[in-house]
């Protein structure tokens, strides 16, 4: 069977002009998504490489994620994205995997910082003695804002609600529909209406969404459920019956009856994570711990964690260095260090405090 070939465009010599599919595919597969979409102009073999091959598609995803964090295909792709806290911005940021962007704290960055400080008010506390156990140092970081994406969807106000393999499941305020964002393609899909199946009345709470991949069927999930006082329905994505198989997973025996009701998941790191929730807007109640499942479903494996900074709020942003993560206490990023519970503040130019936080990868997935 004769290779498939692909041509390099530009080189005319019959020897040299050709390239197997798979070197193709293997080098293109290492670039970026803006070089990707520049590069579907050079040729019609090549834009429906880049844009109709699902094969090619899950390999550079494949890349992207890697088995070493420590690769530079890995570090270059991944990406912060954030809403401020009134949910009036989409932004975007890079941050290095290196730690020599946590040593990098300039002048003009500490100028900056303390020209701002009141602005941002990135400080935890006034008290001399939790500057000093915090490290007193501050970081400052540079984002883009996506203005692209509310000139394409109705909407002034973004909240996300989740995020797998490049792509971002939002809800806009004024158009109460869920969207899914590919932020690296600038592609955007408005999901099918869920019917309304229930009554909201009295016992009625609030809607949660969760998004995600399920490698059985090789398709992105949304599920959607709905929270009453004393149950909890799920529906899935369109509406159709959640129907999948549902188990129940113990939360921390250190939790007691009193604090369920407060308690929040989330992922920290490649964990199953568990944070307890204050009251918006109150000093206390105020948490010092949480808990991360080391191995999932076992309830045994449930881990404290500890930090030094009280929190009413606590999340992770789904970033981590080697010796970091970028931890969400409130409204105000993080960089905490576990190992000695030492942190420095990030401080993004432009943008006061922070809404719902993100760490996505950029993808060629589609949302057809």
Same mark, same amino acid.
């Given at each position: 069977m004769e290779e498939r070939r692909l041509t390099i465009a530009g080189n005319s010599n019959s020897n040299?002009?050709?390239?197997?599919? &798979?070197?193709?595919?293997?080098?293109?597969? %290492? $670039?970026? *998504?803006?070089?990707?979409?520049?590069?579907?102009c050079v040729s019609k073999p090549w834009s429906s490489l880049i844009s109709d091959d699902p094969s090619f598609v899950a390999?550079?995803?494949?890349? @992207?994620?890697?088995?070493?964090?420590?690769?530079?295909?890995?570090?270059? %792709?991944?990406?912060?994205?954030?809403?401020?806290?009134?949910?009036?911005?989409?932004?975007?940021?890079?941050?290095?995997?290196?730690?020599?962007?946590l040593n990098h704290n300039n002048e003009e960055d500490a100028s900056y910082y303390h020209d701002n400080r009141n602005r941002n008010s990135f400080d935890f506390d006034d008290?001399?003695?939790?500057?000093?156990?915090?490290?007193?140092?501050?970081?400052?970081?540079?984002? &883009?804002?996506?203005?692209?994406?509310?000139?394409?969807?109705? @909407?002034?106000? *973004?909240?996300?609600?989740g995020c797998c393999n490049g792509l971002l499941l939002c809800m806009f305020l004024y158009d109460p529909q869920l969207y899914l964002v590919n932020p690296a393609t600038r592609q955007s899909k408005k999901l099918p209406q869920i019917p309304t199946q229930y009554t909201i009345d009295d016992?009625?709470?609030?809607?949660?969404?969760?998004?995600?991949?399920?490698?059985? &069927?090789?398709?992105?999930? *949304?599920?959607n459920g709905v929270v009453y006082r004393r149950n909890v329905r799920d529906d899935d994505e369109g509406g159709v019956e959640f129907n999948e198989e549902v188990?129940?997973?113990?939360?921390?025996?250190?939790?007691?009856?009193?604090?369920?009701? %407060?308690?929040?998941?989330?992922?920290? %790191?490649?964990?199953?994570?568990?944070? $307890?929730?204050?009251?918006?807007?109150?000093a206390t109640p105020t948490y010092n711990e949480f808990w991360v499942m080391k191995e999932y479903g076992v309830g045994e494996s449930w881990t404290k964690m500890r930090v030094s900074i009280p929190y009413w709020n606590l999340s992770h942003s789904g970033f981590w260095t080697k010796s970091h993560d970028l931890m969400v206490f409130e409204e105000k990023l993080v960089m905490y260090n576990f190992n000695d519970h030492s942190f420095q503040n990030l401080c993004v130019r432009e943008i006061g405090k922070v809404g719902s936080v993100e760490t996505y990868l950029e993808s060629l997935v589609s949302l057809k």
């Open positions: 040299n002009g050709h390239l197997p599919s &798979t070197m193709i595919e293997e080098i293109l597969s %290492r $670039l970026p *998504v803006k070089s990707l979409c520049r590069f579907k390999l550079h995803l494949c890349k @992207g994620f890697g088995e070493d964090k420590d690769d530079l295909l890995f570090r270059r %792709r991944r990406r912060v994205i954030f809403t401020d806290a009134a949910g009036n911005g989409l932004h975007s940021m890079h941050l290095d995997y290196d730690d020599e962007f008290d001399d003695e939790e500057e000093e156990e915090g490290g007193g140092s501050n970081l400052l970081a540079t984002a &883009t804002e996506l203005q692209y994406v509310y000139s394409e969807l109705s @909407g002034i106000s *973004v909240s996300m609600l016992l009625y709470f609030c809607n949660v969404y969760g998004f995600g991949f399920d490698s059985s &069927t090789h398709q992105h999930k *949304v599920v188990r129940e997973i113990p939360l921390p025996r250190e939790i007691n009856s009193s604090q369920t009701r %407060r308690t929040k998941l989330g992922v920290f %790191r490649e964990w199953l994570c568990v944070t $307890l929730e204050g009251d918006y807007g109150k």
